[in-house]
Structure formats: C-alpha cells, structure tokens
C-alpha cells in the first residue's frame, strides 16, 4: 500500500504572526536598499532631467485618471419657456396684442414694452412674447428660434411685403408653428364683404403654408382690439 501524501505546510496569510513577519521582511527589504544607495550612489542618482520629468509626468496622470470627477446635473428645475413671437407690418396691432396677452393671464396693464416679456401661464409652462420689428435681421434671429408664431395681417389692407419677408424665412429655417391673426375687422362694416375678405386672406394664406401645413400646424383665426 503506498502511504498516502502528507499535507504541506502553509504559510500563514493572515494573523499577528504573519503580521510581523511582513512588517519584518519590509523593514530588511529598506535596509537592503539604503545600504545599495551607500554603497553605489551614483547608480540611483538621476541620469536625465527631462527622462524624469516625463516618468513624474506620466505617473501624475496615471493617478489624475483614477479620480471619478462628480458630473453636476445642470437640468433645469423648470423647463424653458415657450417663444412666442409676434410678427406683422407696421401699424398693424402688434404691441396692442401684447398687452391683451398679457393683461389676459396676470391681470396686469402694461403701458409700454421694452424688449421680450416672460408671463407664467400655468404651473410648469411659461411664456416669452417677443414683438418682431420690420428689420430683415431680427426676422432671422426670431426665425430660427420661435416656438410660435403670431402673424398680425390687416384686414382691411392685406397681406404686405413684411409677411411673405418673413414666411420665406421660416421656410429656410424650419418653419415653426405659425398662427394667422386677422386685425382691423372693426373696420368693415358690410358683414357679406367681410366674410369674403377672410375666406381671400384664409386661403391666400394657405397658399404660403400649406407645403408644411402637415408638419408644423397651421391655425387661422380673427381677431378684435379690445384693450380697455
């Protein structure tokens, strides 16, 4: 019968003896290199500036990577407010629109507008009305950024070089959702002339949106000065 094999010997891994023993051989593994330092100097001085510059370089990045740097939300708590810009020739009711929006949803009289207005309409939606001049370069500026258009027509002139300026924009730019409002409807006073001039302005209208009418949205509606 061959006698079965002895179990070897293992070290211990772990404890207060292999504890001390670590601590032991790392303490003789310095002592060891202190005296090869003594003993041949010039074998650990630096040979090359620039070779230990690169190896220092080379280490701070290596331990640089291992830092997990913190990514910061910068998700707004609320989301941005809708633009909603106005658009028509001159003397056509842009400002007084503005005042009725406003004056709709804070019940606030606004006497002049200076520049953009931002107004809450609900509890998570804003809204910022700006009044577009006649300037071909705010049309663009506007243009690429509107969420919706207000476009002011004047009913009893017609469509101006302003509208058609400012339609060929938004079809170079995306075209946003755009929303006819007709003006100066107080002005006709025979109600057959002025149902014939909004059935010519509506589909006139169409003739210019409609290309794009399936993918952005197209309203038309008529509107009358009331801000008192």
Known sequence: ME???KKKHRAKQSGPKAEKKRRRRQQQQQQDEEDARRRNPRAFAVQSAVRMARTFHRTQDLKTKKHHIPVVDRTPLEPPPVLV?????????KSTLIRCLIRNFTRQRLVEIRGPVTIVSGKKRRLTIIECGCDINTMIDLAKVADLVLMLIDASFGFEMETFEFLNICQVHGFPKIMGVLTHLDTFKNNKQLKKTKKKLK????????????????FFVFWKSSDK
Request: hydrophobic fraction near 45%; charged fraction near 20%.
């Open 3 to 5: 006698e079965a094999e």
């Open 203 to 218: 589909h006139r209208f169409w003739t210019e949106v409609y290309p794009v009418w399936c993918l952005t949205g197209f």
């Open 85 to 93: 810009v106005v658009v028509g020739p001159p003397k056509v009711g």
